[in-house]
């Protein structure tokens, strides 16, 4: 790779960079936009402290200070005139660049867990309050969502596919809906900070000493407020735009590990991509203004939207089926692969009444902690944990038989109520295999005998929404059925059903 030029000069749409020998002087342009006044001398001298000031948070010795642009002429007391101001910073080698070592394919693990964990002490340590607070509820969120597919509006059809913009805005608000909770929650746990708010793999160093992140926001602290998760989702979806979903994922694991925080998934997944749907918008801009290279980066920012959105949408799966008909052994297969949370009727009928999970209760068909009102107690209290689940972003699989159509209305109303996604399974096999297994399964939570599933046949509600599983082959083929199912992204087809 070829050493930096001595001399070199980076122009954006609001300021020049004059990179010379070990320093780098940037200049803010006499602009006035939407979001920021750099109209006035005073103004830009304003922002040239407060940019030093801020981006000193996280790299103090980068941040030099603040100089003069004078001219040869001098005031009443012999001082040049000052026409303009810079910010000096120490320069830093491009070959370190964080999205130049990306695509050198340079080992990267150690520093990007380096960076995960000062990004973690930075959250921290960062400003906490009220007004910071309020810029990470589920409102200000809303809002910011609605803001920017508002500002898509005039290129869909052109550069931004009309179906892809629809079903982003589609997933994005019905995450929204649901997660009241989990907002509040991470409200209460105060972690909304004053954070970066512009965490690009381009302004990132990674040093023989140390990371140093360059460049956040200044002109407007409230884009600063956010959720720490959302300030490193920032850099996790620009890793995997630059090709590197595995660094991405390496480094968000990190940061979570290094922070403490036990947000689910799901809220991972849609930081990432309300941070890829600005990223879209803002190409869309650029190529409204002429660049014709933008296009291809609206329809790569809004596709990993849209796969993030997918992913991260909250699920609720009924895994059904009669005794022995492996559902049991399918729903934690399923939890397991895709990171919810798994719910055993078997476990929490004993747990109601007392006794260990695994101890034996045997009764007859409608009988002991399996008569009715046993029955209505169980589904009840299965659906109540599910419910507190699914409004704080997990998803959901619910190991129980289904029989009842009443209880699967009961899950469906759930759904619609917390917004999530229903996935109706039942598990299937021949009454040979089904009664084999229930006579050689080794102790544990189910009861079930094959007297005992030979009445529930004769008994339960056809489950004709539900998608069959064959069970009769092995558990990786059943697996992979169910999992083609939770991946069709039920909220595309069911969401208004």
Not at 180 to 198: C, M, P
Not at 255 to 274: C, E, M, N, T
Request: proline residues 5%.
């Amino acid at each position: 790779m070829p050493p930096d030029p001595f001399a070199a000069v980076r122009e954006t749409h609001i300021g020049v960079v004059f990179l010379l020998g070990d320093r780098a002087y940037k200049l803010k342009k006499p602009v006035r936009t939407g979001f920021l006044d750099f109209s006035t001398t005073a103004r830009r001298l304003a922002a040239c402290h407060r940019e030093v000031e801020l981006n000193r948070r996280l790299a103090p010795d980068v941040y030099l200070g603040v100089s003069d642009v004078t001219e040869p002429m001098h005031d009443a007391e012999g001082r040049a005139a000052a026409i303009d101001h810079l910010v000096v910073m120490r320069r830093m080698p491009g070959e370190r660049r964080l999205s130049t070592l990306v695509r050198s394919g340079a080992p990267l693990g150690p520093g990007l867990r380096g960076l995960a964990r000062l990004l973690a002490a930075f959250h921290a340590r960062a400003r906490r309050g009220p007004q910071i607070s309020i810029e990470g509820g589920r409102e200000a969120l809303h809002r910011r969502w609605a803001d920017n597919l508002a500002e898509t509006r005039p290129v869909r059809g052109a550069v931004l596919d009309d179906a892809v913009a629809d079903t982003i805005e589609r997933l994005a608000l019905r995450f929204l809906a649901g997660r009241s909770a989990l907002f509040s929650d991470r409200q209460a746990q105060d972690r909304i900070v004053d954070g970066h708010g512009d965490l690009i793999a381009d302004d990132v160093f990674l040093l023989d000493d140390g990371a140093r992140v360059l460049d956040c926001l200044e002109f407007d602290d409230r884009l600063r407020y956010v959720d720490g998760l959302d300030d490193v989702a920032f850099l996790a979806m620009d890793l995997e735009r630059l090709g590197r979903p595995d660094l991405a994922e390496g480094f968000l694991g990190a940061y979570v590990a290094f922070s403490g925080d036990p947000a689910p998934a799901g809220l991972r997944h849609h930081y990432i991509a309300y941070r890829a749907f600005v990223r879209a918008k803002v190409a869309a801009m650029r190529h409204q203004q002429g660049d014709p290279t933008a296009a291809e980066e609206v329809a790569q920012h809004a596709e990993l939207a849209l796969r993030h959105l997918d992913d991260g949408a909250v699920r609720l799966a009924l895994v059904g089926g009669l005794p022995g008909t492996g559902k049991t052994t399918l729903a934690g297969g399923l939890a397991d692969r895709f990171g919810a949370v798994l719910l055993s009727s078997d476990r929490i009928r004993k747990e109601l009444a007392g006794l260990d999970p695994g101890a034996p209760a045997p009764a007859g068909f409608r009988q002991g902690l399996y008569d009715p009102a046993h029955t209505a107690e169980l589904y009840d209290e299965l659906l109540h944990r599910a419910g507190e689940l699914l409004v704080r972003g997990e998803s959901v699989v619910l190991d129980a038989s289904w029989t009842s159509a009443k209880y699967r209305h009961d899950a469906a109303e759930l759904a619609r109520r917390t917004h999530s996604d229903l996935l109706r399974l039942q598990c299937r096999t021949t009454a040979e295999s089904a009664g084999r297994r229930i006579r050689t399964r080794p102790a544990g939570p189910s009861d079930a005998t094959v007297p005992v599933a030979a009445a529930m046949a004769a008994e339960a509600d056809e489950w004709p929404e539900a998608v069959t599983i064959p069970t009769s082959a092995t558990i990786e083929e059943s697996l992979a059925r169910a999992s083609s199912v939770w991946r069709l992204a039920p909220a595309r087809t069911e969401a208004h059903r």
